[in-house]
């Protein structure tokens, strides 16, 4: 019987230990996705990242997930939050549950800047930042981007960015 939680080099009998500086990370200019747990290293069950985010940084347009709930646990800053028509705001060691199923977004609502630790639910969307990166390696090409969110049955609301902007003082980069 084989172990999913086996990283290369260990045995089934090993921790698997990650540290800080271990994974990839990407900054999409004021949010990044720093991968920590993969799917595959789950059994699919769910997946790990680290996002810091700038301070006033909106990390995504209003979006809406068909197949994933996200966790988002505050470990420094002040994390704000629209989930569905309710502005929430969470300080360190504060979890935001982020359901399937509902419109919503989040920011660094502070001045320093803000890191969460998300689990996403199923594992497999860690991939659609790994995918977003990628593409934005080159010029934006808004088709494209709007094809990836579809593989992952991401619905995004990119009309609704100048308005959370201006609603929460927020800034968001240009595609």
């Not at 698997?16 to 991968?35: A, K, N, R, S, Y």
């Amino acid at each position: 019987m084989s172990n999913t939680m086996d990283k290369p080099g260990m045995t089934n009998d090993e921790p698997t230990v990650i540290l800080p500086d271990e994974g990839d990370l990407f900054d999409f200019g004021g949010l990044g996705v720093h991968w920590k747990i993969d799917g595959p290293d789950t059994g699919q069950r769910f997946a790990v990242v680290h996002h810091p985010l700038a301070p006033h940084a909106l990390a995504a347009p209003l979006h809406y997930h068909h197949n994933e709930d996200e966790y988002s646990y505050v470990l420094e800053g002040t994390l704000g939050g629209l989930l569905g028509q309710k502005v929430v705001t969470a300080g360190p060691g504060t979890w935001v549950f982020k359901p399937r199923g509902q419109w919503h977004t989040f920011w660094n609502a502070g001045d320093t800047p803000c890191h969460i630790i998300e689990i996403i639910s199923p594992a497999g969307f860690e991939n659609y930042f790994r995918e977003l990166a990628a593409a934005l390696a080159g010029p934006p090409d808004l088709e494209q981007l709007a094809g990836i969110a579809a593989k992952y049955s991401l619905e995004m609301d990119l009309g609704s960015v100048p308005d959370l902007c201006a609603r929460f003082g927020l800034t968001f980069p240009e595609l």
